[in-house]
């Protein structure tokens, strides 16, 4: 029930497409739902999140849906450039005043922007 | 947000050998992780530290591996005779007081087991 389901497992496009990674989770609860981009040899870097309180959020060009019922939430990349290429990954916590909040993480997705 | 420091970039050790690993928060950061990456696998949680002392730790997270502040600063993760297995990335990361669920990470400890 801690699971996060991510697909796809890589993902090619050219300049300026405007790939889409989906995230579903089981447990409803789930109250923060991050983003991650990481470089290979570097630490994932917090890209976006949303809660579930909202159906979107957009930060530049960088979007999170979010819907709820589905228990599902994808991020959409605009206008998407060969320095977007990088591994993402979604994750979803539940926050605890006592214990801070573990970050369930995806199986990742390989994004590749051809020029 | 600044960013956690981790230390060494890299380490490589002998099986059943003890590692250290450092972590350098700054000193208002309430809740302290340790993640683990093999490499081309997914993220993995190991602990979660809050108030000194460990509050949740994942089924990794085995007698093998212990976690401490011991100076109020630094906060480290030993792993007790490392295996092979456990060749990984491993990532510290904390969140602030003002938004506690969002997590920023360092930039990792390679830890290779030979």
């Known amino acids: 029930q801690q699971q996060v389901k991510q697909s796809p497992q890589s993902l090619i496009v050219q300049k300026g497409g405007i790939p889409i990674i989906n995230c579903a989770y089981e447990?409803?609860?789930?109250?923060?739902f991050p983003w991650y981009q990481q470089f290979p040899g570097k630490g994932p870097a917090l890209l976006i999140a949303?809660?579930?309180?909202?159906s979107e959020k957009k930060e530049g060009r960088f979007t999170i849906s979010f819907n709820k019922s589905a228990k599902q939430f994808s991020l959409h990349i605009m206008d998407s450039q060969p320095g977007d290429s990088a591994t993402y990954f979604c994750?979803?916590?539940?926050?605890?005043?006592?214990?801070?909040?573990?970050?369930?993480f995806g199986e990742g997705t390989q994004l590749t922007v051809n020029p | 947000e600044p960013e956690v420091t981790q230390t060494p970039s890299h380490q490589v050790t002998q099986m059943g050998q003890e590692v250290i690993l450092r972590c350098v928060p700054i000193?208002?950061?309430?809740?302290f992780y340790w993640y683990r990456q093999i490499l081309g696998q997914k993220v993995e949680f190991l602990v979660s530290?809050?108030?000194?002392?460990?509050?949740?730790k994942s089924e990794i997270f085995d007698d093998q591996f212990s976690v401490e502040r011991p100076d109020g600063s630094n906060f480290t993760l030993k792993i007790r005779s490392t295996k092979l297995e456990d060749s990984a990335m491993y990532f510290c990361?904390?969140?602030?007081?003002?938004?506690?669920?969002?997590?920023?990470f360092g930039p990792g400890t390679r830890l290779t087991v030979l």
């Open positions: 994750a979803a916590s539940k926050a605890e005043e006592t214990s801070g909040s573990r970050l369930t």
């Open positions: 447990n409803t609860a789930f109250d923060y």
């Open positions: 949303i809660r579930p309180d909202v």
């Open positions: 000193s208002n950061h309430l809740y």
């Open positions: 530290f809050y108030n000194n002392e460990i509050s949740e």
């Open positions: 990361a904390r969140t602030g007081r003002e938004v506690p669920d969002t997590q920023y």
